[in-house]
């Protein structure tokens, strides 16, 4: 027999309304007054997903209890589990979320899970079970850093930089996944002793991020960027090219032939290194079998014990 759990708070000013439309939606199959009490439970978990992951996970747990069977509900279960690090968890409710929604976009998250669980090979070869043509541009970039780590933590560097070289690695261009692949590349460079490359790659970073907020603020400060309008696959994706040569160490030689990737902006090849694809997740099966809205927990019972 479970121990009881405790119930999240939630304050008075939460409302349902204030989750977001498409979750709202998957709802649907509950009673109102259950849908309603869930996705306060919802809200307050992404509310304090980066300021108190603890509570946020107990939010997410309370919501699994009334809903153990919604899609939506099992991903931030898991989410939460991984920011408070419970890697075993995370795998678990991500495995019955992909049974649920039949969904990719959170294989990057299950192969660094395995990571967290010291099992390298295993989260490589989690990563290379799907076609990465399937998957949004976003949860590419994602897996391909995730399976550079994988390939550290196996003490393989030189395979750690190649699964970086994908063609999102375009220094011309900043999107919001390029921050982090260009200092995961830069990282990776460092530690190949190639420290010259891997500062102008961090650099890079960094003014991208720059560049990012400075749109996102509205404009640029102190700087002239260009701003490229795409239509790419990737919902709310912004493109922003900036001049390379205003980055005092930046590489000097010309961009390579641009690459058409699924409508994402043209991309160069990446200093010393040719591009390629990534890798990422499987899809499986709707999941008859889940939770019912009452489980307790929502978490425990139909995944595998693998983890």
């Not at 747990?61 to 920011?83: C, F, H, M, N, W």
């Not at 390029?178 to 010259?196: H, I, K, M, Q, W």
């Not at 090849?269 to 079998?289: M, V």
């Amino acid at each position: 027999m479970r121990p009881a759990q405790e119930v999240a708070h939630v304050p008075d000013d939460v409302e349902p309304r204030d989750l977001d439309k498409v979750a709202r939606g998957e709802l649907k199959t509950l009673s109102k007054e259950n849908a309603d009490w869930v996705a306060k439970h919802l809200v307050m978990a992404g509310r304090l997903i980066d300021e108190d992951p603890e509570e946020a996970h107990k939010h997410a747990l309370s919501a699994g209890r009334r809903a153990g069977r919604i899609s939506v509900v099992r991903e931030t279960i898991a989410i939460t589990a991984y920011q408070v690090g419970d890697y075993a968890l995370t795998l678990r409710e991500l495995r019955t979320y992909r049974r649920i929604s039949g969904r990719d976009d959170q294989l990057p998250l299950m192969v660094d899970s395995e990571r967290g669980l010291g099992r390298p090979e295993r989260a490589l070869e989690l990563g290379r079970s799907v076609d990465v043509s399937t998957l949004d541009v976003q949860v590419r970039v994602s897996l391909a850093i995730a399976m550079s780590g994988a390939r550290l933590d196996l003490g393989q560097p030189q395979a750690a930089l190649g699964e970086l070289e994908i063609p999102q690695l375009d220094r011309t261009k900043a999107f919001s996944y390029s921050p982090a692949l260009f200092a995961a590349y830069g990282t990776v460079l460092e530690d190949l002793g190639r420290p010259d490359e891997g500062e102008r790659w961090l650099e890079l970073a960094d003014r991208a991020e720059d560049a990012l907020a400075a749109l996102d603020n509205g404009g640029a400060d102190g700087e002239t960027v260009e701003i490229i309008e795409e239509d790419i696959d990737v919902d709310d994706e912004r493109a922003v090219g900036f001049d390379e040569t205003a980055t005092p160490d930046a590489p000097s030689n010309e961009p390579g032939e641009a690459a058409q990737d699924d409508g994402d902006v043209p991309a160069s090849d990446p200093e010393d290194g040719d591009t390629r694809p990534g890798h990422d997740e499987e899809s499986g099966p709707h999941d008859e079998t889940a939770h019912s809205e009452t489980d307790p927990q929502g978490t425990d019972d139909i995944d595998d014990r693998r983890a």
